[in-house]
């Protein structure tokens, strides 16, 4: 999984549950605010149904002044005294929200309006000047439907006090339920939290400080760091471009140091101890030092001529000993001109390069020499080979280096060879194969190192002056981040195989 689909997973979770806890915050406010409205409404309720049986009670006491008094007001007081409860009863009748609710309005109503009724009627017999009559209906009449309303009612508050437990306890229920489920979310988001924490400092923060480390240490010159490169997310992908850059630069490395092998043969044999510090020499030390090898051998030679040979010698000996300088200052001339064109410096020039028209190209250099020693050759290039990217002009020497080694290890007429050139992949990527075969003397498996520079110093008495010319065409080839690799066997032939990465 990717960095960005491991951040991502941490974050929607977080998210989620960021959605889950707000969703249940607005779940419990509306509970809350439905439930309080609830209890609100039930307090109303029971307290507009007392105020109604209050305001009843109070209007129906003008009935007895009427009666007794003979109060010729008393019907008046008892309309204006009971319009305040039946102002009361229709708002305590809006209230009403359930089924049993409204049933129970009926039968408050009706109990209600049968005591208006009858005092009604005890003020119309009051108003005859009936007392019989008048105190029969209120003996009778009035006291039982005073007496039904009063029964009503008050079944009707205590209804009322049990849905306020009812509501009551819902409230606690919701406090607890939403406690609970408060308390999940929070844990959740603390434990995704602390998750996002210990993978930011395991798997991220740590590898990035072991990438900075590593870079430091590169900075110091410790070249042979390298980071694990299991990890396929954008991290991985970071390390296995540190390790590429880290093997490049040790190749570079190698191959600034690789022209040591000049001294070495130019003079003695070096001792052990220091055959094994030759790749830290600086190579500008080294330049200057085969320039003053050049000059000497040049003293030599205008020695010998000003004195017209060497004392004690036969004039074809002194001869004999100014060309042999002169011979060494050629090769060592030929070597430094080598040497600045192939490792002084090692900074490549990439660019898309045609490997068909390189190849033709290079082998145009050689076409006369092809001719003059009768030579065969075949070229074979992959048709999808197309454009690469590659330094040409380094690849055109290196690959000249390579040819002229082939022609010269055929015989001095005929023989063969041959260039064959393809792309393949390899790892998600392609690498570019060129090889040339000869069927020359071909050299000794033992002695491929040594050909190649592995083993500088190792000369032998009686060998030529050693060749630097295919240990820096390996590093050419190193450079890019390649191989080199020499197959040889002797009276057989040599194919020498040149191998560059391609980004894909």
Same mark, same amino acid.
């Given at each position: 999984?990717?960095?960005?689909?491991?951040?991502?997973?941490?974050?929607?979770?977080?998210?989620? %549950?960021?959605?889950?806890?707000a969703g249940l915050t607005l779940w419990v406010t509306a509970r809350w605010s439905y439930t309080s409205g609830q209890m609100e409404a039930h307090y109303r309720r029971s307290l507009l149904l007392q105020r109604v049986r209050a305001?009843?009670?109070?209007?129906?006491?003008? %009935?007895?002044?009427?009666?007794?008094?003979?109060?010729?007001?008393?019907?008046?007081?008892?309309?204006? &005294?009971?319009? +305040?409860?039946?102002?009361?009863?229709?708002?305590?009748?809006?209230?009403?929200?359930?089924?049993?609710?409204?049933?129970?309005?009926e039968r408050v109503g009706s109990a209600f309006r049968l005591v208006l009724g009858e005092a009604e009627r005890a003020f119309e017999l009051l108003g005859r000047d009936d007392r019989a009559g008048a105190a029969s209906a209120l003996e009778d009449g009035l006291e039982g439907s005073v007496k039904a309303f009063q029964k009503v009612t008050g079944a009707a508050v205590e209804r009322d006090q049990a849905r306020r437990g009812e509501v009551r306890a819902a409230v606690d229920e919701i406090k607890r339920t939403a406690f609970v489920i408060l308390s999940i979310a929070s844990f959740g988001t603390l434990s995704l939290v602390l998750l996002l924490a210990a993978y930011l400092a395991s798997d991220l923060f740590r590898p990035l400080r072991d990438v900075a480390r590593a870079l430091d240490g590169l900075g110091h010159g410790e070249l042979g760091a390298r980071l694990d490169e299991e990890r396929e997310d954008e991290i991985g992908a970071l390390q296995q471009a540190f390790n590429r850059a880290a093997a490049a630069l040790e190749r570079r490395e190698r191959a600034s140091t690789l022209a040591s092998s000049f001294t070495s043969g130019l003079g003695a044999r070096v001792e052990d101890d220091e055959a094994g510090a030759w790749h830290t020499r600086p190579s500008r030390m080294l330049l200057h030092g085969l320039v003053a090898r050049l000059k000497d051998r040049l003293t030599i030679v205008r020695a010998g001529i000003a004195d017209g040979g060497v004392e004690?010698?036969?004039?074809?000996?002194?001869?004999?000993? &100014? *060309?042999?300088?002169?011979?060494?200052?050629?090769?060592?001339?030929?070597? %430094?001109?080598?040497?600045?064109?192939?490792?002084?410096?090692?900074?490549?020039?990439?660019?898309?390069?045609?490997v068909g028209a390189l190849i033709h190209d290079v082998l145009a250099r050689f076409r006369d020499e092809l001719i003059r020693q009768g030579v065969s050759y075949e070229v074979v290039l992959d048709? *999808?080979?197309?454009?690469?990217?590659?330094?040409?002009?380094?690849?055109?020497?290196? *690959?000249?280096?390579? %040819?002229?080694?082939?022609?010269?290890?055929? +015989?001095?007429?005929g023989g063969r060879l041959g260039i064959r050139s393809n792309l393949f992949g390899q790892d998600g990527s392609s690498v570019l194969a060129i090889e040339v075969a000869d069927n020359g003397a071909g050299i000794a498996p033992e002695a491929v190192g040594r050909v190649l520079g592995d083993d500088p110093f190792r000369i032998d008495h009686g060998d030529?002056?050693?060749?630097?010319?295919?240990?820096?065409?390996? &590093?050419?080839?190193?450079?890019?981040g390649g191989d080199l690799n020499v197959m040889s066997r002797p009276g057989v032939g040599t194919v020498v195989r040149l191998t560059l990465p391609q980004a894909s």
């Amino acid at each position: 999984m990717t960095l960005r689909r491991k951040l991502l997973t941490v974050f929607v979770g977080l998210g989620a %549950i960021a959605l889950l806890t707000a969703g249940l915050t607005l779940w419990v406010t509306a509970r809350w605010s439905y439930t309080s409205g609830q209890m609100e409404a039930h307090y109303r309720r029971s307290l507009l149904l007392q105020r109604v049986r209050a305001a009843t009670y109070q209007a129906l006491k003008e %009935i007895p002044d009427a009666a007794f008094l003979r109060d010729k007001d008393a019907r008046g007081e008892f309309a204006e &005294a009971i319009k +305040p409860a039946q102002d009361d009863l229709a708002s305590w009748v809006e209230l009403a929200d359930t089924v049993d609710e409204r049933a129970e309005i009926e039968r408050v109503g009706s109990a209600f309006r049968l005591v208006l009724g009858e005092a009604e009627r005890a003020f119309e017999l009051l108003g005859r000047d009936d007392r019989a009559g008048a105190a029969s209906a209120l003996e009778d009449g009035l006291e039982g439907s005073v007496k039904a309303f009063q029964k009503v009612t008050g079944a009707a508050v205590e209804r009322d006090q049990a849905r306020r437990g009812e509501v009551r306890a819902a409230v606690d229920e919701i406090k607890r339920t939403a406690f609970v489920i408060l308390s999940i979310a929070s844990f959740g988001t603390l434990s995704l939290v602390l998750l996002l924490a210990a993978y930011l400092a395991s798997d991220l923060f740590r590898p990035l400080r072991d990438v900075a480390r590593a870079l430091d240490g590169l900075g110091h010159g410790e070249l042979g760091a390298r980071l694990d490169e299991e990890r396929e997310d954008e991290i991985g992908a970071l390390q296995q471009a540190f390790n590429r850059a880290a093997a490049a630069l040790e190749r570079r490395e190698r191959a600034s140091t690789l022209a040591s092998s000049f001294t070495s043969g130019l003079g003695a044999r070096v001792e052990d101890d220091e055959a094994g510090a030759w790749h830290t020499r600086p190579s500008r030390m080294l330049l200057h030092g085969l320039v003053a090898r050049l000059k000497d051998r040049l003293t030599i030679v205008r020695a010998g001529i000003a004195d017209g040979g060497v004392e004690g010698k036969e004039g074809d000996q002194d001869d004999g000993v &100014a *060309m042999k300088a002169l011979c060494d200052a050629e090769d060592l001339l030929s070597g %430094i001109a080598r040497f600045a064109a192939f490792g002084f410096p090692l900074d490549l020039d990439v660019a898309p390069t045609d490997v068909g028209a390189l190849i033709h190209d290079v082998l145009a250099r050689f076409r006369d020499e092809l001719i003059r020693q009768g030579v065969s050759y075949e070229v074979v290039l992959d048709p *999808m080979l197309g454009v690469v990217v590659l330094d040409r002009l380094k690849m055109r020497e290196a *690959m000249s280096e390579v %040819i002229r080694n082939g022609l010269a290890a055929l +015989p001095e007429r005929g023989g063969r060879l041959g260039i064959r050139s393809n792309l393949f992949g390899q790892d998600g990527s392609s690498v570019l194969a060129i090889e040339v075969a000869d069927n020359g003397a071909g050299i000794a498996p033992e002695a491929v190192g040594r050909v190649l520079g592995d083993d500088p110093f190792r000369i032998d008495h009686g060998d030529p002056l050693p060749k630097i010319g295919l240990a820096l065409t390996k &590093a050419i080839v190193e450079r890019h981040g390649g191989d080199l690799n020499v197959m040889s066997r002797p009276g057989v032939g040599t194919v020498v195989r040149l191998t560059l990465p391609q980004a894909s």
